[in-house]
């Protein structure tokens, strides 16, 4: 019996270190400078969006790349809630001609974290352009993405303040398969492990 699960424990052990270490994909919008309206109905606003931030992929490792004309809008109170990145990424041969919407989401949540911090969650869509240029298939799946907005308040009680930073980060759904393995992998140890 010792010898296996010690043969079980060097095969994992071996599986382990034959796939090579991958980095979660991250795409990470960053901004400042905007408007935003809490009401009882909803959330709305406008940010300005300075530069997108790619990790993790197979073309970049650890690079930003200035936005130009990057704006973000969103309304959770409307017909359809969205939230919207536009712009242009130049280095990156995006939106030469006219700016793109870079992002697509919709709003599923929101919460006011703290007197400033505001937090929007829901599922979105890159643009294809984006995708491509980061090495990424285009049917990648994201966790929802998370922005938290940062700011102060035009005046106490106010329903309104001024976003003085945005952070919109998005992460890589972990492939399932990989997920599978280890698990089956318990599985099998666990089974010779009871059968002793």
Do not use: C
């Not at 035009?154 to 980060?169: K, L, N, P, Q």
Request: net charge negative.
């Amino acid at each position: 019996m010792k010898k296996q699960l010690l043969l079980a424990t060097a095969l994992i052990a071996a599986l382990a270190m034959a796939a090579p270490a991958a980095a979660t994909p991250i795409i990470d919008f960053h901004g400042q400078l905007g408007e935003v309206t809490i009401t009882t109905g909803g959330i709305s606003g406008s940010t300005e969006i300075t530069s997108v931030l790619i990790q993790g992929t197979p073309n970049y490792v650890n690079n930003a790349f200035e936005v130009v004309g990057g704006v973000l809008t969103f309304n959770s109170a409307g017909a359809v809630p969205n939230f919207i990145i536009t712009g242009s990424v130049p280095a990156l041969g995006i939106g030469l001609a006219a700016p793109v919407q870079l992002l697509t989401g919709s709003i599923v949540g929101w919460d006011l974290q703290a007197p400033s911090i505001l937090h929007i969650y829901g599922p979105d869509v890159k643009y294809a352009g984006l995708m491509e240029a980061a090495g990424l298939p285009l049917d990648t799946q994201w966790a929802y993405f998370g922005s938290d907005l940062y700011g102060n308040p035009i005046a106490e009680g106010s329903s309104t303040f001024y976003a003085t930073s945005v952070d919109i980060r998005n992460t890589q759904v972990p492939d399932a398969g990989s997920s599978l393995l280890l698990l089956g992998m318990g599985l099998v140890g666990l089974r010779m492990w009871r059968k002793r």
